[in-house]
């Protein structure tokens, strides 16, 4: 902005800081999830906001990730997917390359900066093969990452959709989940050479050189 030089930094963390208390005004609880795939790459400015905040993040293998984009791709083979280029759209390579340039490089790079970070305690990466497949045990995990109280859930129950801005991207079904948790094993989509090179980018999956919490399953 050009009235940036006219604010001092004190002034700036002020704002920024008046900006999240104002978008939840309405919100009269003393813990709030905001979601958003970006804060692992604003860490250094949240320390600055708030003390006590903590990220939690869902990891899955990135090679199933780029084969779950796939599988919803495939699946409206007659929609015109804003998510690709007409260029990108043309085969699984050029829309998984796509995909790495876009919005899973970005995660990937953002969780990567966040875990190797100085502030790395405050984050918590969740393997989501283990979530499914343990799900009560996996949150009571997370509760105590949280240092709050556990909440009974609801695990055949979790029915979620936003169709209205899936059909935007015309891309149906992107945000539904199903209603149950569970795990369901199948046979990636994806030929085997791209398998493996994504799903060597699992970085988490060694914690040297990172004070994060992991949970995931044993080795």
Sequence with gaps: S?????????????MAKALIN?????????????????????????????????????????????????????????????????GTRMTVYSRCESLLGGTVGMSLTALKEAFYGEYSDKLLLVD????????????KLIYEFLNIDYFS??????????????????????????????????????PPDLFDKYSEMAFWKDTAGSAASVISPKK
């Design 22 to 86: 104002a978008y939840y005004e309405d919100v009269e609880r003393p813990i709030v999830f905001d979601t958003n795939r970006v804060w692992t790459a604003r860490m250094h400015q949240l320390v600055e906001l708030y003390d006590d905040f903590k990220v939690v993040c869902l990891v899955r293998d990135p090679a199933w990730v780029m084969d779950s984009f796939e599988k919803i791709y495939r699946k409206n083979p007659f929609n015109y997917s804003k998510m690709f280029s007409a």
């Design 153 to 190: 859930h609801d695990f055949e129950n979790v029915e979620y959709s936003h169709d209205e801005f899936d059909y935007t991207l015309g891309v149906k079904g992107l945000h539904t989940v199903q209603r149950k948790v569970e795990f369901k094993e199948r046979r990636s989509i994806l």
């Design 2 to 14: 050009e009235f940036y030089n006219f604010f001092d930094e004190a002034k700036r963390m002020l």
């Design 128 to 139: 989501y093969d283990l979530l499914t497949k343990f799900p009560e045990k996996t949150l």
